[in-house]
């Protein structure tokens, strides 16, 4: 596709719930990168894949969150048993290689709100 | 560690010149990112900078001091749409990943 695509664009999920969210990155992009941004905050850092390697997820904040990315493109994050402070938008992001100064490429973001 | 710290809210007036500072304290420095959020969107890049010295790209300019740890981005002649969050980012480590964002200034543009 022309851009990062994020589905779905809008979560409400119940509380203990388990969600997953889809990111497609750009077509051909190595690295791919989720975060975690609340309201009137910048992104914060969750986790980062190279290909199919999840090279760093330092950033997730439980064991109740889970990223994959198995064949190398689309990518998966799981969170389950949600709780209130999930609420967040969730952004996807994609370069083209691992290389200082390469422009990470952001999806819209999937607005999660946990009821 | 990275910490990264920029003024929270800003104002301005349509036409006029507004500069946004970043400061940051990286463990290694390998350049430093400026992106653009509208509300309700997503980030889009800006600039870069590795090297000091100021960089100009249009409307948008982004100045780096690597001994002081600062950075700004330079608005000129702005316009309502301008309106939006500035975040400056570093990377945490060698290569471009991940990046670690300041908190954004959010810049409201006034008649």
């Known amino acids: 596709g022309a851009g990062v695509s994020q589905s779905p664009r809008y979560k409400v999920a119940k509380r203990g719930q388990d969600v997953a969210l889809r990111c497609d990155p750009i077509?051909?992009?190595?690295?791919l990168f989720w975060y975690q941004q609340a309201l009137g905050q910048g992104p914060e850092f969750l986790t980062y894949?190279?290909?199919?390697?999840?090279?760093?997820k330092s950033g997730l904040p439980s064991d109740r969150f889970f990223a994959e990315r198995p064949e190398g493109s689309v990518s998966t994050l799981k969170i389950q048993r949600t709780q209130q402070e999930d609420s967040a938008v969730y952004l996807c992001a994609s370069s083209l290689v691992d290389r200082g100064g390469t422009e990470a490429f952001f999806g819209q973001g999937t607005r999660l709100t946990v009821v | 560690g990275q910490n990264i710290d920029q003024p929270t809210e800003m104002t301005a007036t349509e036409g006029a010149i507004v500069q946004i500072n970043c400061t940051y304290q990286t463990s290694g420095f390998n350049g430093l990112f400026w992106y653009q959020q509208h509300a309700g969107e997503a980030p889009t890049f800006l600039s870069y900078n590795v090297l000091d010295g100021l960089e100009e790209k249009g409307r948008f300019s982004s100045f780096l001091s690597r001994s002081k740890g600062y950075s700004y981005l330079l608005l000129k002649e702005l316009q309502m749409k301008d309106s939006a969050s500035y975040l400056c980012?570093?990377?945490?480590?060698?290569?471009?990943?991940?990046?670690?964002f300041g908190k954004g200034t959010r810049l409201s543009v006034i008649a």
């Open positions: 980012a570093a990377p945490v480590n060698s290569g471009n990943t991940p990046l670690v």
């Open positions: 894949f190279q290909n199919e390697a999840q090279l760093d």
């Open positions: 077509s051909g992009h190595v690295s």
